[in-house]
C-alpha cells in the first residue's frame, strides 16, 4: 500500500494516500452504480448502431442488406445481445433511481434487494425479448 510521509515537528508519519479497490470490498451497491455507468456510455455506441441500420434502409435495399447480414451475423447478434441488455439494465438503474428520487429505498436492506432485482431483472427481461424475437422470426 503506498504511504505518505508526512512530518509532524519532528515526528514522521506514514498515512495511507487514498482509500482505493484494494481496500474497499465490492458490494452490490458499487458494482450497480458502475454497471449503470458503463451501461449508459453503451448505450451512445448501441445508438450509433441504430442510426446507422436506420440510414442503410433509407439508402437503399442493397446497402440495408449489407448491414441487415452484418448485425445478423454471430459477432453482429453477440453486440446486439449485448445492446439490448444495457438498454434493460440501464433502464431497470434508472428505475431505482427514480425511486430514491421520491425519499424511498434508502435502507441497506431495501438497496441490496433493489440492486440484486435489477441485474436479475435485467438478465431474465434480455432473456425473455431475445426468445420473442427469436420465437417471432
Given at each position: 500500500?503506498a504511504?505518505?510521509?508526512?512530518?509532524?515537528?519532528?515526528?514522521?508519519?506514514?498515512?495511507?494516500?487514498?482509500?482505493?479497490?484494494?481496500?474497499?470490498?465490492?458490494?452490490?451497491?458499487?458494482?450497480?452504480?458502475?454497471?449503470?455507468?458503463?451501461?449508459?456510455?453503451?448505450?451512445?455506441?448501441?445508438?450509433?448502431?441504430?442510426?446507422?441500420?436506420?440510414?442503410?434502409?433509407?439508402?437503399?435495399?442493397s446497402?440495408?442488406?449489407?448491414?441487415?447480414?452484418?448485425?445478423?451475423?454471430?459477432?453482429?447478434?453477440?453486440?446486439?445481445?449485448?445492446?439490448?441488455?444495457a438498454?434493460?439494465?440501464?433502464?431497470?438503474?434508472?428505475?431505482?433511481?427514480?425511486?430514491?428520487?421520491?425519499?424511498r429505498?434508502?435502507d441497506l436492506?431495501?438497496?441490496?434487494?433493489?440492486?440484486?432485482?435489477?441485474?436479475?431483472?435485467?438478465?431474465?427481461?434480455?432473456?425473455?425479448?431475445?426468445a420473442?424475437?427469436?420465437?417471432?422470426?
Open positions: 500500500m504511504v505518505a510521509k508526512s512530518t509532524r515537528g519532528n515526528v514522521k508519519v506514514d498515512r495511507p494516500l487514498s482509500p482505493h479497490l484494494q481496500i474497499y470490498s465490492p458490494l452490490i451497491n458499487m458494482v450497480m452504480s458502475i454497471l449503470h455507468r458503463m451501461t449508459g456510455a453503451a448505450l451512445y455506441f448501441g445508438s450509433l448502431l441504430l442510426a446507422w441500420w436506420l440510414i442503410a434502409a433509407a439508402t437503399g435495399p446497402y440495408f442488406n449489407y448491414v441487415n447480414g452484418l448485425l445478423g451475423s454471430l459477432p453482429g447478434r453477440i453486440v446486439l445481445l449485448g445492446f439490448t441488455w438498454l434493460v439494465h440501464h433502464a431497470l438503474g434508472g428505475i431505482r433511481h427514480f425511486i430514491w428520487d421520491t425519499g429505498g434508502y436492506k431495501t438497496i441490496d434487494a433493489m440492486s440484486w432485482g435489477s441485474i436479475i431483472l435485467s438478465v431474465l427481461l434480455t432473456a425473455l425479448i431475445w420473442a424475437a427469436l420465437w417471432l422470426k
